[in-house]
């Protein structure tokens, strides 16, 4: 089994959506705002041709763990929001904390990893891909 994070892209020859399902959360903002596009009952669950350009980046720059990004096919840079070199550390109540612009992570193994838009770190401490949050404290129903 390879330790590579899983990396998916559907496009709709406009814009190319990424997948990267080790950061997300599960705050479920996807599936709430745009289900015409994102459906966890289907396979595959991202439809890239269920909305329009616009409606698809709007909702991926909801995306609070950056788990969904985008790139626009003339770019082949990709982007997913407005993103500064000021970095911004919000709390959220019996969640992870969600660390905003870029920055790089040292693992305890040494390795460092890029980050962009946003990164959501574990605080209840169940998580099986620390220091990300995975949305177990959901699970365990943490409080703080």
């Not at 698809?56 to 003339?74: H, M, N, R, T």
């Amino acid at each position: 089994m390879s330790d590579t994070p899983i990396h998916k892209e559907y496009s709709n020859g406009e814009v190319t959506i990424t997948w990267e399902p080790h950061k997300c959360i599960h705050s479920q903002k996807c599936i709430k705002g745009l289900s015409s596009v994102f459906d966890f009952e289907r396979r595959p669950w991202i439809n890239a041709e269920g909305d329009s350009t616009e409606a698809i980046v709007k909702q991926i720059d909801a995306c609070p763990s950056g788990a969904l990004g985008y790139y626009f096919a003339e770019q082949q840079e990709k982007t997913s929001g407005n993103v500064t070199s000021e970095q911004l550390v919000e709390v959220i109540p019996n969640g992870p904390l969600m660390v905003y612009g870029n920055l790089q992570v040292k693992l305890p193994d040494d390795q460092i990893i890029n980050q962009s838009k946003v990164s959501a770190f574990c605080r209840c401490g169940s998580s099986q891909n620390k220091p990300f949050c995975d949305g177990s404290h959901k699970k365990i129903n943490f409080r703080g």
